[in-house]
């Protein structure tokens, strides 16, 4: 049984998270025909036709809010969601199968020289600066040798993660332990990039959802799109016709204007997400989606969206949890089980090892189930259950959850807004001329009248009543409620 849940302090953080995705340089970098071709056998060929999508820090920071790293979902009104493998393939266009992304570890400046080239002078920890990248090889000649023509190639996949799915909080640094793997591209083709993602991503969210933590980073143009499919919260507004018919999904939000987000802060995000419904929320997306004919290299793995394993990258081990978020499979929601602990951190006794499904089963110590897990991943997709009773869910979960992260809007907020609103009314009812009125329209005029003020004033007594209960609990002594008569209303209301 999941602990009752405790969000960043007690309703939020106290401002938005820094967000790193380093994208805005990828334009620069000038792939020749025979580099896209290695891409694309690396297995990134759609993903690095996605454009930078301006972040919405607020929007990031309000979902963060509600994660839950014991299950790797978040915690929202309507019961628990996440992002499966299935959002990562279509919104993305990155494999979900294969391979699980590990590799040699090598000492960096060897791998550099090896693979590159070339050794950056400032290498320290591991870590390749993107803009040194970017600045040695940003432009390969037409007529480079092949040697040449690979090792640009394999900086520009490098940088291509480093400033997307495997960023991280140092800014503007990638990992070198990466570069191995695009030794050979065909091999590299064979590593599911896609699930490694995820789990880069799910450990940021973890990570971010701490309190003492400022930035998160990771995949975070997956994150926020797949808010804008599934929550439509935050979405900006279309300049033109949907981008239906592209492939990967996330070209959808190519070239759109902010819309309203640019007033949104998080306080705004907070409050729609507390007033989520499942009417609100679009549980199958992707179903009515126009889907290009590259769908077809992606439409066999997408039965790992239902597999319950564990996503590894490197060190990180995360688990896939599909059986708490089956709505988005178009399931119907069960209690789940109780997640079974696991290792967070991948360790080899052999940094040479070649991960198959042979040399996994020979592993020993306690990596080895996790890592079998995945291996196994085909063998624990999640069936449909019969004669299930949501309510039963919801009953559950609403015992063990905080639906409401945002603050409670005082009572004197509350007011002022309810005031507007009904002086906006009468401002409508004075602009009729009731000389030019029947008895019968005038008397209907009059009843609007006093509906109105009668509501508003049942408004008032709900919203003391349960400030009331919102003092009692936090003890304190003064309730901040403004006491008002109803004379006193029916003069702010008629004047």
């Keep these: 049984m999941i602990k009752r849940t405790i969000f960043l302090q007690q309703f939020g953080r106290g401002s938005v998270l820094r967000c790193h995705e380093h994208t805005s340089m990828l334009e620069q970098w000038k792939l020749t ?4 071709e290695l891409v694309e056998k690396a297995g990134f060929g759609y993903f690095r036709m996605i454009p930078t999508i301006s972040l919405d820090n607020a929007l990031i920071s309000a979902l963060v809010e509600r994660w839950r790293k014991e299950t790797n979902t978040f915690h929202l009104p309507v019961g628990e969601m996440t992002i499966t493998l299935e959002d990562v393939a279509l919104i993305l266009g990155l494999p979900i199968d294969g391979k699980p992304v590990m590799g040699v570890t090598r000492p960096p400046g060897n791998v550099c020289e090896n693979l590159l080239g070339k050794v950056p002078e400032d290498l320290t920890g591991g870590m390749l600066k993107l803009t040194w990248l970017k600045e040695s090889f940003s432009k390969c000649p037409e007529d480079a040798p092949v040697e040449e023509i690979e090792r640009h190639t394999r900086a520009y996949l490098l940088y291509l993660v480093g400033c997307t799915i495997f960023s991280t909080t140092t800014g503007n640094k990638v990992s070198a332990m990466y570069l191995p793997l695009f030794k050979n591209f065909d091999e590299a083709g064979k590593f599911a990039w896609g699930a490694a993602a995820l789990a ?23 994150l926020q799109c797949w808010s804008y499919y599934r929550l439509n919260v935050g979405n900006p507004k279309f300049n033109q016709e949907p981008n239906d018919g592209f492939f990967p999904f996330a070209l959808r939000w190519k070239g759109r204007a902010t819309g309203p987000r640019s007033n949104s802060n998080i306080v705004t995000y907070r409050k729609a997400l507390d007033s989520l419904q499942p009417s609100d929320v679009k549980w199958l997306p992707y179903r009515d989606l126009d889907y290009s004919p590259e769908m077809e290299d992606f439409k066999e793995s997408l039965i790992l969206r239902a597999s319950e394993t564990v996503l590894i990258c490197f060190d990180k081990a995360e688990r896939h949890l599909p059986d708490r978020c089956l709505r988005q499979f178009g399931m119907l929601q069960p ?3 109780d997640v079974q602990r696991w290792e967070r951190k991948i360790r080899f006794s052999d940094q040479g090892l070649d991960v198959t499904k042979e040399t996994i089963l020979q592993l020993k110590g306690k990596n080895q189930a996790e890592l079998k897990e995945w291996m196994d991943r085909r063998l624990h997709i999640i069936k449909d259950e019969e004669s299930v009773d949501e309510s039963m869910y919801m009953e559950w979960y609403e015992r063990i959850t905080r639906k409401f992260v ?39 005029l009059d009843e609007i009248k006093n509906t109105a003020l009668s509501s508003l004033m049942d408004v008032v007594e709900d919203s003391k009543r349960s400030r009331r209960k919102i003092a009692t609990k936090r003890k304190r002594e003064d309730d901040p409620s403004p006491t008002i008569s109803k004379e006193a209303a029916l003069d702010v209301w008629m004047h």
């Design 33 to 36: 025909p025979k580099q896209i």
């Design 200 to 222: 880069f991503l799910y450990r940021a969210l973890g990570n971010a959802s701490l309190k003492s933590q400022s930035t998160i980073s990771g995949s975070l143009t997956l």
């Design 335 to 337: 209690i789940p089980k």
């Design 406 to 444: 945002g603050r409670p809007e005082s009572l004197e907020s509350e007011f002022q807004r309810i005031v507007t609103a009904m002086r906006e009314i009468a401002d409508i009812a004075d602009s009729l001329l009731k000389d030019e009125m029947g008895f019968q329209d005038r008397q209907s």
